[in-house]
């Protein structure tokens, strides 16, 4: 399904490349591409204009000495309003979004890919992700991209073409999987793939936090205005914060397996405080055991209810050691036959993926993060459908899925409020890898 091949013959639409072995044998620091105009200003694009997305364009500003946002669009017209008063005031002199380069809808993104850029930045709800992806792809841009990737098995084979497409265009494809960009975690983890605890046995890992805050429905609003003001209670919209937010820890496991996959997953999961309309349709516990090949199993725990105690870190249990992690200290320490503890700095991972993004830009050897953001966003999408339906499921039947939560159309009207999931109850909708249909 995934094809790694290079497209030799991609030429860029207003890009003249240099080689980075010319800028190598000249020893001067000389950007490996550069417009065609002359000017070396790299155009960003950013499309959701939120939290996530505000931040991420901030760090983009930083990143690179020549860089300029310069087209940004949301669903909502305050949401990029006050967004854009923000980094107008930290960055006066880069941002350069005049109102007819402001977009608002449901095809925003499209208007925002059209504008001359030459990064994307994506960071809405991830439902809308894979479409934004592909849309950025297919028109050559680089992209940064923030977790998770998709919200069903559809969006991530989508993904997963994107990103492929994206190593045959030679473009960067960065995901918001922000602790792989973490010093503190990557020589962490460089140890553990070297191993520093011997062979990895098991894992468990957590994201036990309190809960999520809402935004009151105004009567004016639409039942789809209202989800998307709301969307990580809509499972359609966010994955359920096992997909939205626990996929962090959750691509731990995929790192410290060296991206192996689990051959199956079983969960439990269920909603105890969550309770009506207003808190959507997400659960708000899960505890998945990943198995794998060889019979180890990984552990992941997460839960959002108010009151309890937090905890978000990784253990580590190897036949030599024992790593535990807690990212945020942080703390990455190894007990064993090698003892080891973190001392090192810890620059802000956010501004770390910014600067290694342009970099790769700048020198033509891009990045492309696409495969494993896939495969972690999916083995958290694996483990939400087997909670959902109780069934123990395996990955080629959870990759290969037909469920797409896509809703029956993208306006502001009414649409379906969506059901709560129960066990033995939601149906799970196995699929078969393409190569193995009929056989
Ligand atoms: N890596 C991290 O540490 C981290 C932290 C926070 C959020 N995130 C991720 O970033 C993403 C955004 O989260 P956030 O906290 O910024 O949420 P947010 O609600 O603050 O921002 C999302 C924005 O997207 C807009 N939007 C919604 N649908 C859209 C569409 N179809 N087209 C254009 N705009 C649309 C919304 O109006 C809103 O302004 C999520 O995927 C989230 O998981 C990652």
Partial sequence: ???????????????????????????????????????????????????????????????????????????????????????????????????????????????????????????????????????AIDA?????????????????????????????????????????????????????????IGDVVSMHTTYNTGILGKKPRQNHWSDMEWQMRNWQHFTWLSGDHIAEQACHAIDWINWAMNGEMPVKATALGGRQVRKGAESGNVYDHFSVTYEYEDGRRCFHSCRQIPNCSNDNTAHITGTKGICTINP???????????????????????????????AAIRSGQPINDGIWMANSTMMSIMGRMSAYTGKTVTWEQALYSPEDLTPSHYEFSNVQMPAVAMPGQTEFLPGKAPELIGS
């Fill in 1 to 135: 399904m995934i094809s790694n091949k290079n497209n030799s013959d991609l030429t860029r639409r207003d890009f003249v490349r240099t080689t980075a072995a010319v800028a190598t044998a000249s020893a001067l620091v000389i950007p490996t591409w550069a417009h065609a105009s002359g000017d070396d200003t790299i155009r960003v694009g950013f499309i959701g204009c939120g939290g996530r997305g505000t931040g991420a364009a901030g760090q983009a500003l930083k990143a690179d000495p020549n860089v300029k946002l310069v087209a940004m669009g949301d669903a909502f017209e305050d949401r990029l309003a006050s967004s854009l008063k923000r980094l107008s005031s930290s960055h006066a002199d880069k941002v350069d979004v005049p109102v007819e380069r402001q977009f608002i809808g449901f095809d925003a993104y499209k208007k925002v890919i059209a504008s001359d850029v030459d990064v994307v930045i994506l960071t809405t709800p991830p439902h809308f992700r894979p479409a934004h992806l592909k849309a």
């Fill in 140 to 196: 050559g841009k680089h992209v940064f991209c923030e977790k998770p990737m998709a919200v069903d098995a559809t969006g991530v084979r989508s993904v997963l073409e994107s990103a492929a497409e994206a190593k045959r265009k030679g473009l960067s494809l960065m995901s918001g999987f922000c602790w792989r960009y973490s010093y503190a975690q990557r020589e962490t983890y460089g140890r553990i793939l070297d191993g520093g």
């Fill in 328 to 358: 945020w200290g942080p703390d990455c320490v190894i007990k064993g036959e090698k003892p080891w503890r973190y001392k090192g700095e810890n620059p802000n991972m956010y501004q770390v993926e910014h600067n290694e993004l342009f």
